[in-house]
T-cell receptor, first 116, second 110 residues
Framework: EAQVTQNPRYLITVTGKKLTVTCSQNMNHEYMSWYRQDPGLGLRQIYYSMNVEVTDKGDVPEGYKVSRKEKRNFPLILESPSPNQTSLYFC???????????????FGSGTRLTVV | QQPVQSPQAVILREGEDAVINCSSSKALYSVHWYRQKHGEAPVFLMILLKGGEQKGHDKISASFNEKKQQSSLYLTASQLSYSGTYFCGTEILVDDKIIFGKGTRLHILP
C-alpha cells in the first residue's frame, strides 16, 4: 500500500531532551515536507526537501533540523525541544513534474508532540 | 503570503450546497484542496493548475480564477461524510513551496 509512515504517533517529552520523529514513504517521491498544525493557524511548513541531500527552510524552521540521506526517509529532529513546539506534526510527500507538485500531497498520520 | 480562506466555518443541513473560497496576493501556479477529518491526516481532493480550469469529481468541484488569484470549492448536495476542515494550498509561480490557508470548518447536520 502506498503510504507515508510517521513514528511515533504520540510523544510526551521534557524540555531540552533531543528527539527525532521519523518519516518514510514507499512511493519513490522526490519531494518531502514537514508541517506543524496548531489551532487557528492551519498547516505551516517547517522544512522541505526536493531530493536526496537537498533541503530548505519553510516558514517556521527555528528549533528544527532535517536530513535527507535516502529518498524514502525524511526525519525531523528537535535538538532542544521547548514547550512552544508542542503541536501536531505531519510529514507529506509528493511526486513532482518539472519541479511542480501536480499530483498533490500524501500525508502521514501525524505525530502529536507535547513538550513539558 | 498565506492564502485567505472564507468563510472560517459553516454549518449546513444535509443536501444543502456550500462554497469555500481561497484567495492569494501572489501569482499562482496551482491551488490544491484537501479535507481533514477530526484526528486524521489531510486528504488530497484535487489540484487546479494555472490556466483557469475547473475540475471535479462526484459532487465536489472547484474553479481557479487566475486573474484574481482565487479558487472556490463547491460542495453540491452535501452529505454527512463531507464534514471536516477544508484547506486550500497554494503554489506560487516563483517558489516551490505549498502554503496552506487556515482552513474552513464544515459541519453537516442530518
Amino acid at each position: 500500500e502506498a503510504q507515508v509512515t510517521q513514528n511515533p504517533r504520540y510523544l510526551i517529552t521534557v524540555t531540552g531532551k533531543k528527539l527525532t520523529v521519523t518519516c518514510s514513504q514507499n512511493m519513490n517521491h522526490e519531494y518531502m515536507s514537514w508541517y506543524r498544525q496548531d489551532p487557528g493557524l492551519g498547516l505551516r511548513q517547517i522544512y522541505y526537501s526536493m531530493n536526496v541531500e537537498v533541503t530548505d527552510k519553510g516558514d517556521v524552521p527555528e528549533g528544527y533540523k532535517v536530513s535527507r540521506k535516502e529518498k524514502r526517509n525524511f526525519p525531523l529532529i528537535l535538538e532542544s525541544p521547548s514547550p512552544n513546539q508542542t503541536s501536531l506534526y505531519f510529514c507529506a510527500s509528493s511526486l513532482e513534474s518539472r519541479g511542480r507538485k501536480i499530483y498533490g500531497y500524501t500525508f502521514g498520520s501525524g505525530t502529536r508532540l507535547t513538550v513539558v | 503570503q498565506q492564502p485567505v480562506q472564507s468563510p472560517q466555518a459553516v454549518i449546513l443541513r444535509e443536501g444543502e450546497d456550500a462554497v469555500i473560497n481561497c484567495s492569494s496576493s501572489k501569482a499562482l501556479y496551482s491551488v490544491h484542496w484537501y479535507r481533514q477529518k477530526h484526528g486524521e491526516a489531510p486528504v488530497f481532493l484535487m489540484i487546479l493548475l494555472k490556466g483557469g480550469e475547473q475540475k471535479g469529481h462526484d459532487k465536489i468541484s472547484a474553479s481557479f480564477n487566475e486573474k484574481k488569484q482565487q479558487s472556490s470549492l463547491y460542495l453540491t448536495a452535501s452529505q454527512l461524510s463531507y464534514s471536516g476542515t477544508y484547506f486550500c494550498g497554494t503554489e506560487i509561480l516563483v517558489d516551490d513551496k505549498i502554503i496552506f490557508g487556515k482552513g474552513t470548518r464544515l459541519h453537516i447536520l442530518p
